[in-house]
């Protein structure tokens, strides 16, 4: 045959489970049949793929026509993908048809059509390329998946219903959140500290402030009536 386009070259094994022989044709003009068998390896594109060796369901219609035997085939296959919004992995199935002439002879219509090995038909090059192309280039785990949290990547399925964050300060709303504990803490100390001044007659208030920060014994007897707050202000 002078056509190089040939989709393989070596004869088919008539038991693998993706070959059909067209005798099951006998002098009928078509024959359908269903079969169920392992999904061969690496079927897939992208984020989503059908897993090896699971299920594919065939219902498989071929037809005597000139040139050939009409396929038409309609598949059913597990999937497997991950969500291109949350990137989940979620599995799904998906049902594709596809219609292709197995010629008898390369040569005929167009160059990338498949070819009858003599009374056998490889149906797993047709299913690929029809599979493949009907698979979703951004599968979604549902039609409403939320995706992440566009601000700490959180998946938004599993977050609160209200999940937000301080809102729309960016790095500042953080830098709030951290400076009120300071701030809060710092003035009890210098509070205390002016308390203790006020006690301790004749010291100098400045002097009491210089030592206010330093957690030596005396300062931590001050804080401890000093934190008892209302008491503390009535030993004044
Ligand atoms: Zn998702
Ligand atoms: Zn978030």
Redesign the pocket.
């Known amino acids: 045959m002078p056509n190089a386009k040939l989709k393989r070259t070596q004869r088919l094994d008539p038991r693998r489970p993706l070959v059909f022989d067209t005798r099951t044709l006998g002098s009928a003009s078509a024959h359908s049949e269903t079969r169920t068998v392992p999904a061969p390896a690496e079927l897939g594109a992208g984020m989503v793929r059908v897993p090896e060796s699971s299920d594919l369901e065939l219902e498989v219609q071929l037809e005597d026509v000139t040139d050939g035997v009409l396929v038409t085939a309609s598949v059913t296959a597990e999937l497997v993908g991950e969500c291109a919004r949350c990137l989940d992995e979620f599995t799904s199935s998906i049902e594709v048809g596809f219609q292709e002439l197995f010629a008898v002879e390369a040569g005929g219509s167009g160059d990338d059509g498949y070819l009858l090995d003599g009374d056998l038909l490889d149906l797993e090059p047709a299913l690929r390329d029809a599979l493949v192309l009907d698979l979703p280039l951004s599968p979604l785990c549902s039609a409403d998946c939320a995706g992440l949290?566009?601000?700490?990547?959180?998946r938004l399925a599993d977050?609160e219903p209200d999940?937000?964050?301080p809102d729309d300060g960016g790095v500042w709303a953080v830098l709030k959140d951290l400076l009120p504990a300071d701030e809060a803490s710092g003035a009890e100390e210098s509070g205390r500290a002016e308390g203790r001044a006020e006690s301790e007659a004749g010291r100098p208030r400045a002097q009491a402030a210089e030592n206010g920060p330093a957690s030596n014994g005396r300062q931590q007897n001050t804080s401890s009536t000093g934190t008892s707050g209302p008491a503390g202000s009535k030993e004044r």
């Open positions: 949290c566009s601000k700490c990547g959180f977050a999940h937000r964050h």
